[in-house]
């Protein structure tokens, strides 16, 4: 049978496969339009496949909140032009908004559970991938509930904070995730910090001090003053509020008498490694090769 533009529209409406994909998918099913839905669909997971082991490290963050809840999500591409394309940006909404009103624990619960559309997320990432040409993959998500406020900052949509707060206010909560999203504390205070972290800081911090010459006793305090110093940087009670250097985040909780009770802080790409592409060098290793 022919295959008319209304065909080929109505199922690049219904699947967002590109054009000539909809109308070869057609002609192989005669016009079944059904078939022609399922045939794609096999196509995408067969692409999805297939881009599944490319690095994907570019992406973005999404913060959506309920009241007393919040989600995070990062979802990943494999480029800046494709994390801020409409469809993406839609599939990452509806990962966040899925996360924040499901009971996934892991990303792989999280990705059998349904959209508000009624599609299974990975189901809808298969489809994206095939759609935008790269892989598309959602590395992590983290629910966190309000003690009392709840506070969430986003810089663009490559870092985003989540804070849960104890007392205080709402500007307060507000202004601790502003704080979390640019001065990336590893931890609320120095209980958080891994006894693996800090033996290795000690350690590094001993043999620069041996050099120094000094006697043991002076080595000992000046080791004691870099760790309290380390801990100082990375715990978020001790790090100078950064709207306001002269005051820590701890002193500022204490006069407002109140207490950061969790926060999470993404960012994009964060300890993914990226292949860098050296493309003269590529090319070097072909002439060599043919020659």
Known sequence: MSI??????????????????????LVETGGDMDAAIELLRRSGQAKADKKSSRIAADGR??????????????????TDFVAKDENFVAFAESVAN?????????????????????KMLEAARTELISKVGE???????????????????THGARIGAVVSLSGGDADLARNI???????????????????????????????????SGKPAEIIEKMVTGRVAKFLKEITLLG????????????????SAGASVTQF????????????????????MAQIKQSG
């Open 177 to 211: 995730a502003m704080h979390v999203a640019a001065s990336k504390p590893l931890c609320i205070d120095e209980t958080g910090v891994p006894a693996e972290t800090l033996e290795t800081e000690r350690r590094i911090f001993t043999e620069q001090a041996k050099d």
């Open 61 to 78: 963050v999404v913060i959506t909140t309920d009241g007393s809840k919040a989600a995070i999500v990062e979802v990943n591409s494999e």
């Open 4 to 25: 008319s533009a209304s065909m080929v529209k109505e199922l690049r409406d219904r699947t967002g496969a590109g054009m000539m994909e909809c109308k070869k998918a």
């Open 135 to 153: 892989n598309i993959s959602v590395r992590r998500f983290a629910r966190l509930d309000a003690a009392d406020h709840l506070g969430n900052y």
């Open 98 to 118: 899925t996360a924040l009103l499901g009971h996934a624990d892991d990303v792989e619960a999280l990705m059998a559970e349904s959209g508000a559309d009624g």
């Open 239 to 254: 790090q100078p509020f950064v709207k306001d250097p002269d005051v820590s985040v701890g002193k500022l909780l204490e």
């Open 264 to 283: 999470v802080r993404y960012e994009v790409g964060e300890g993914i490694e990226k292949k860098e592409e050296n493309f003269a060098e590529e090319v």
